[in-house]
């Protein structure tokens, strides 16, 4: 857990330290015109990405396809890397990076500007992009990232099981949650929630919702939060998240074993009606739906808070397409960007919220008509980069690949010395103790 832990923070650090000595100058183009004076895109790109099931499934193949009809003289490759972070975290020391890649979360917002050619400002894109999610990526009044798809933060569940366990509305508060999940496992043989812990990243889903769904306040991630000295004490967004996910492991409401978990394997197991849910992004439905024969079995729903009676939902993007300020194409990248987020409908066809403006909201959110969607506004000049620093300096980092939840889970299956209050003022202790 401490590597894992340590290496995350690794890389934040490397990103941070390599940008102070990146020279990175754009490089410098005569754009090709033809006989009409219109510029020729032309020129072969690298693009980065995460998505390996996309690239193996075909699906960027197909786009890419799409995209050499409107643009014949582009040539795309795509690599498909399974350690992403990793991977980046070492190619992002030299200026070989790719052409277009998808933005790694450990580089700080400080840092863009080093290693990214910006699109633009807010208000130059907002005209066709919805502007709450271009703040995503945002920095000294620039653009630096375009989603390839934004999400809403809740919890997939089985319909079909909760039918079956004798539920009759959606819980709307962490106690009524709690109820479902034991009527669940006292009315069926599902698992009513399945944590996923022993992936890591599942956990992190989790803390989507200390933001905007805990708190109904856009500004609490990157204004409040970093000069927050409670933000994990009782009462605090933190505190409720965790304080749940500690109540279904220590009463039994979860799968027996948390360390052997196997992510692949519950997609199916949600499927046909094996788990009863698990918190996740919006983007999960359509990777649920497609897991087994039981499509419209397959539901989401908010997660179970209300404040003052009104239920809330963080939503942001998911990871964002960025144009390397180093490539010899920018032209081509640009329009390669551009494509992937106004032509492709890769957002839509992956059950994601599309950044464009006019397009439709994706199927499977039918339960969120009365919840209020919360984007985080960007940090204010006076906050810019202090979440960043008050990480680093309290050593607990927000999205960690769950090592901080995975010490809630501990304590709650009897594996850890500390108690549940112990632990949560130990947090607040250090990151109380890092806030200037």
Request: aromatic share 10%; glycine share 8%; net charge negative.
């Amino acid at each position: 857990m401490k590597r894992a832990f340590a290496l995350l923070l690794a890389l934040v650090m490397v990103f941070t330290l390599a940008a102070c000595g990146s020279s990175n100058a754009p490089a410098n183009e005569t754009p090709e015109t033809n006989a009409n004076g219109e510029e020729i895109i032309s020129g072969k790109i690298t693009y980065l990405t995460n998505r390996t099931d996309l690239d193996t499934d075909g699906t960027y193949a197909a786009l890419i396809a799409k995209f050499n009809e409107k643009y014949p003289e582009v040539e795309v490759e795509v690599q498909s890397i399974t350690d992403y972070a990793g991977e980046l975290a070492t190619r992002m020391q030299t200026t070989e990076y790719g052409d277009v890649l998808m933005i790694p979360d450990a580089v700080p917002s400080t840092a863009f500007a080093n290693y990214f050619e910006p699109f633009g400002t807010v208000e130059d894109l907002s005209d066709k992009y919805q502007e709450g999610y271009l703040y995503s990526k945002y920095y000294d009044g620039q653009v630096y990232g375009l989603a390839y798809m934004c999400t809403v933060q809740g919890i997939v569940y089985n319909k079909a099981v909760f039918e079956a366990a004798g539920i009759t509305e959606l819980p709307k508060t962490p106690e009524e949650f709690l109820t479902c999940l034991q009527m669940i496992k006292d009315n069926t043989d599902a698992i009513p929630y399945y944590t996923n812990a022993n992936s890591g990243w599942t956990l992190d889903q989790w803390e989507d919702h200390t933001f905007g769904t805990i708190t109904g306040n856009a500004n609490y991630k990157n204004n409040e939060l970093p000069n927050d000295t409670a933000a994990f004490e009782e009462g605090s967004s933190h505190y409720v998240v965790a304080k749940l996910l500690y109540d279904i492991v220590s009463q039994g409401l979860c799968e027996a074993d948390p360390t052997t978990c196997d992510w692949e394997a519950s997609k199916l197991m949600l499927n046909n009606g094996e788990i009863g849910c698990m918190v996740l992004g919006s983007w999960a439905i359509s990777q649920m739906k497609g897991a087994g024969e039981n499509a419209d079995d397959v539901g989401y729903m908010p997660f179970p808070y209300s404040v003052d009676g009104k239920q809330y939902a963080t939503s942001g993007t998911d990871y964002c397409y960025a144009i390397n300020k180093n490539t010899k194409n920018m032209a081509a990248a640009k329009a390669f960007v551009e494509f992937m987020v106004e032509e492709s409908g890769l957002a839509l066809a992956q059950g994601g919220i599309s950044l464009m403006k006019n397009d439709p909201m994706p199927d499977g959110l039918e339960n969120f008509a009365d919840v209020e969607f919360v984007v985080d506004m960007a940090a204010t000049d006076e906050n810019a980069g202090k979440l960043d620093t008050v990480q680093q300096d309290s050593g607990v980092t927000l999205y960690d690949n769950g090592q901080r939840l995975n010490g809630v889970v501990d304590i709650a299956r009897g594996v850890s010395s500390q108690t549940f209050e112990e632990y949560m003022a130990d947090l607040n202790a250090k990151w109380a103790g890092a806030i200037q």
